[in-house]
């Protein structure tokens, strides 16, 4: 059979189609948020969309890109964080529009990135244009996607859309070097730019992202008709420009996430410390098996793509050895722990706890399947219908449509009815093969049917585990509970013990939060709260403060050190349950949510004297404030304490002059002053980070350059 060339516009628009309809509800509902039906949070809501509408306000009031972020926790390096956007260029978007129904527009715009660059890369490896078509869609839709979507994880399903085109930038790379060609490093500079986007999208995607492009940079050296030194000169001079320019290329953002986890309570995390998400063995039934209760542990495959798939592993034509690799390393991985002989080693190795949620290498086995699922569509569609390969895939379909039926009765009734739900579509395959083999079905025709029943299968698996969620109301009305909570940056900060305020919520009324959601905090910080509120210090949380029952709206044992969180310039403490202190004064209860004013809280910087504590101080007047920059005016002698987090990068002048910085209570900035009164500034400006942003637009630049230079 000959297939017919099929154009990129062809399949842009495919795949664009296919993509919508798969998020139907967001083009129904743009300014709605897909929900996980069981999640009670989404990233979306919890980082992503703060962190857009700060930058977006940053802008706007300040006139600058922010490097700090003052929001929540007190404040953190906003510069380092991997979840601000603010190194990723398509997030930039969100930033110009902070609105979720630009967030559904990267996720839709995302996916199709993704189901393109998988049919490029399908095409590259030899599949019939047809078969590649097929590799696409069924990449696209596997419904690990549709899990982190639901959850919000944007900058996840950002990186992993970018991975076929890496593959394809080592091939196109490697093979450049072979014939010596002058564009050689032309090519080579882009296959570098593509590692920093990835790093850039979510740096946790970089390590599988790593392991594919060396796996599969070996793969092409293999298949090199060259004796072994030129090989070798090869693979030295691929790996040297490519590792030289993905390092330039990513040089700011690493060194300012690099400091950062160093000096975060991720450090804490261990061997000892458990993880929740590792699959289990048992859990591999989920490939075959609809059962969504864990989306982190969400590894359903499809029964249509399953069979594709398995009929390109067992007879398809080409079945190179990097898709098994990497396909078993991906579903190794995700077990985590729970790996025989070496997963405990494994999780005690330094650096472990920065690739928690091992199944989110699960999206390398998807990739595989996809490429595997093209080639057996190709298989079948070339076998003639009497062929020992037909009969034994028409077997396998039934085999393994009977395997996820028994596997799911005696699991739940409710995984055989969804399983059952499932299949009925993909059997639908059967009779479409038969009659394309015997001439009645037009090969385009069948490509057309076999993409619609993926698609419809896609779909009912998005149908049962997604729902659309309206935007979340503003808790911050004219008159509401939080009128006396709302001060201007620099003023005064909010606690919750129970986050009764969202960090959206917050960052849309201009509020700074003494508590958070992170995955990364100073560990400075952690710790001076935990003696401020009296957590277990002990303990890793992502949520400050963690909440032992996991629901933030149960009450915990608060052991409130109220002079501690008066330094921290803390007003107002808003909790979900009546709070029993002496100390704190009730203003509002309103909306389930108790609103307490903490008397005599100290200013956001005043001047004591070395070794007196909070006695005998006096206000420092603060003139201008700005995520980057703080000036104010203060009266000496003593010890100037601005109630903001110290942290490397932030450098104090005296009256202009340069000046030695202190660190008080182990945390706040500080500097010893004369007496007499001054103008002091504190600007956020690190060496690192300058130096590392020099080299990522050099980079930049350079590749630039070899893009456009004849």
């Known amino acids: 059979m000959k297939d017919t060339r099929i154009s990129y516009w062809f399949a842009g628009v495919l ?9 139907y509800p967001l083009f129904l509902e743009p ?17 992503h969309w703060p962190n857009a509408l700060f930058l977006n306000k940053a802008i706007r009031l300040w006139n600058q890109i922010p490097l700090w972020n003052p929001t929540i926790l007190s404040g953190y390096p906003f510069a380092a964080d991997p979840l601000s956007g603010l190194w990723y260029p398509p997030l930039w978007l969100a930033a110009i529009f902070p609105e979720p129904v630009t967030f559904n527009l990267l ?3 995302h996916l199709v990135w993704a189901g393109f660059g998988m049919w490029r890369l399908a095409q590259s490896e030899g599949l019939s244009d047809y078969a590649a078509v097929v590799s696409g869609v069924v990449f696209m839709s596997a419904p690990k996607w549709i899990a982190h979507i639901g ?6 399903v950002s990186a992993v859309s970018w991975t076929p085109w890496l593959l394809l930038g080592v091939r196109n790379g490697l093979t450049a070097l072979s014939f010596s060609r002058s564009t050689a490093v032309r090519t080579l500079s882009v296959n570098g730019l593509l590692l920093a986007v990835i790093f850039f999208a979510d740096p946790r995607w970089l390590l599988p992202s790593m392991v594919l492009l060396l796996l599969y940079a070996l793969r092409m050296l293999r298949s090199m008709n060259l004796q072994a030194g030129a090989k070798a000169a090869i693979a030295v001079r691929w790996a040297g420009v490519t590792g030289l320019f993905a390092l330039g290329a990513a ?20 061997a000892s410390v458990p993880d929740p998400f590792a699959l289990r063995w048992d859990e591999f039934t989920g490939l075959i098996v609809f059962n969504p209760d864990q989306p982190e542990k969400f590894i359903y495959l499809g029964i249509g793509a399953s069979f594709l798939a398995l009929v390109g592993i067992l007879f398809g034509r080409r079945r190179s050895w990097f898709w098994f690799a990497a396909a078993s390393i991906g579903l190794l991985v995700s077990l985590g722990v729970h790996l025989p002989l070496i997963g405990e080693w494994l999780h005690s190795l330094p650096g472990a706890s920065l690739l928690r949620v091992p199944p ?11 490429y595997f699922a093209g080639s057996g569509f190709e298989t079948l569609i070339h076998a003639p219908a009497r062929s020992r390969e037909y009969a034994w895939s028409m077997l396998l379909f039934f085999v393994l449509g009977g395997a996820a039926l028994i596997i799911s009765t005696y699991s739940a009734r409710a995984l055989f009815a969804r399983t059952l739900l499932m299949i009925i579509p993909a059997a639908a395959l059967v009779p479409l093969i038969f009659a394309c083999r015997l001439g009645w079905l037009h090969p385009r025709t069948f490509l057309i049917a076999a993409v619609i029943i993926i698609s419809i299968e896609s779909s009912l698996i998005n149908r049962l585990v997604l729902e659309v969620r309206p935007t979340p109301e503003p808790i911050f009305t004219k008159d509401g509970a939080f009128q006396s909570a709302l001060e201007p940056y620099g003023s005064a900060r909010v606690f919750s013990p129970s986050y009764s305020v969202d960090q959206l919520g917050a960052v849309d009324a201009g509020l700074e939060l003494a508590d958070g959601v992170h995955p990364l905090q100073l560990e400075t910080y952690w710790l001076y709260m935990a003696r401020a509120t009296g957590f277990d210090a002990g303990r890793y949380s992502v949520t400050l403060p963690p909440f032992p029952a996991g629901d933030p709206a149960d009450a915990w044992p608060i052991e409130f050190d109220l002079g501690a969180l008066r330094r921290l310039n803390v007003q107002t403490i808003a909790a979900a349950y009546p709070l029993q202190v002496e100390g704190l004064a009730l203003i509002a209860d309103e909306q389930d949510i108790f609103v307490y004013r903490l008397d005599e809280s100290m200013p956001r910087a005043w001047v004591e004297s070395a070794g007196e504590g909070a006695e005998g ?9 700005s995520p980057n920059r703080i000036e104010l005016t203060a009266e000496g002698p003593g010890r100037l304490v601005l109630s903001e987090l110290a942290y490397p990068g932030w450098q104090v002048r005296v009256d202009g002059d340069p000046a030695p910085d202190v660190v008080v209570d182990g945390l706040f900035r500080g500097v010893q002053l004369e007496d007499g009164k001054h103008r002091v500034s504190f600007v956020y400006r690190p060496a690192h980070l300058i130096i590392g942003m020099a080299l990522t637009g050099l980079t930049w630049l350079a590749a630039l350059y070899l893009q456009v230079r004849r």
Do not use: C, E, N, P
């Open 360 to 370: 989110r290498w699960f999206f390398i086995v998807a990739m595989s399947v996809a």
């Open 617 to 625: 101080w006096q206000a420092a007047v603060l003139s201008y404030w």
């Open 31 to 47: 300014g709605a948020i897909l929900f996980w039906r069981s999640a009670a949070f989404s990233d979306l809501l919890v980082s």
């Open 151 to 156: 959850l919000g994880h944007i900058g996840l």
């Open 107 to 109: 996720f839709w715009l």
């Open 15 to 23: 795949y664009a189609i296919l993509a919508a309809l798969w998020l």
């Open 251 to 270: 040089a700011g953002f690493a060194s300012a996430l690099v400091r950062f986890v160093t000096l975060s309570t991720r450090t804490m995390l261990d």
